[in-house]
């Protein structure tokens, strides 16, 4: 009988004192004032950056010429997969790749791996004399993914995939998934960070 009359005074004590104290006070409640904290973690960021050239290894066309592509890519990929960057890939008409002079696949970067190490995103896809010489096509909102490892010339890699089209044209080294994978790329110049 005497711990129930004591529980409800110490209780009554101690929100008087909680109700009674400043902000910041040692006496203020923790939860009233830690709790934007809790709610909102620090935010974790990856920086992952690259441009150079790259090669197949390969004649993946079977012209006789061992293909590759010049590539610039920039992107900030929060904690929870977010991200914001850019993306682009292309044959720029200096070398023969697949039949094409020129073909590019440029968008916004819109998700990533917490690693860096991948990174997705929409696209334009244009590409010249696919459809007849001189003709240029232009495929809009294309999704695309690309995967990469850190280093120099040599080191570095860069592996892209454009979903949901062109799955079985010259180059895919997936056929029938309903996308275009392309070979994994190995820089011959640039570099590729992470960080």
Request: proline residues 6%.
């Amino acid at each position: 009988m005497q711990r129930s009359l004591h529980r409800p005074a110490i209780l009554a004590a101690a929100l008087g004192l909680s109700a009674c104290a400043a902000p910041g006070d040692a006496f203020a409640p923790q939860a009233a004032i830690s709790s934007d904290r809790a709610a909102a973690p620090p935010a974790h960021t990856v920086r992952v950056t690259g441009g150079g050239t790259t090669t197949f290894d390969a004649d993946l066309d079977g012209d006789g010429d061992v293909d590759g592509s010049h590539f610039g890519f920039a992107a900030v990929i929060a904690g929870d997969g977010s991200a914001h960057g850019d993306f682009t890939c292309l044959m720029a008409g200096n070398a023969n790749f697949l039949g094409l002079r020129l073909m590019a696949v440029q968008g916004p970067v819109t998700s990533g791996a917490p690693d860096g190490r991948s990174f997705s995103g929409t696209a334009t896809v244009k590409v010249l004399n696919a459809s007849g010489p001189g003709v240029q096509s232009t495929f809009r909102d294309i999704p695309f993914v690309v995967a990469v490892t850190p280093g120099g010339p040599g080191v570095a890699t860069l592996q892209l995939t454009v979903l949901g089209v062109f799955d079985g044209v010259a180059g895919d080294v997936a056929t029938g998934n309903g996308n275009y994978d392309l070979a994994r790329e190995t820089l011959t110049t640039g570099q590729i960070t992470i960080y």
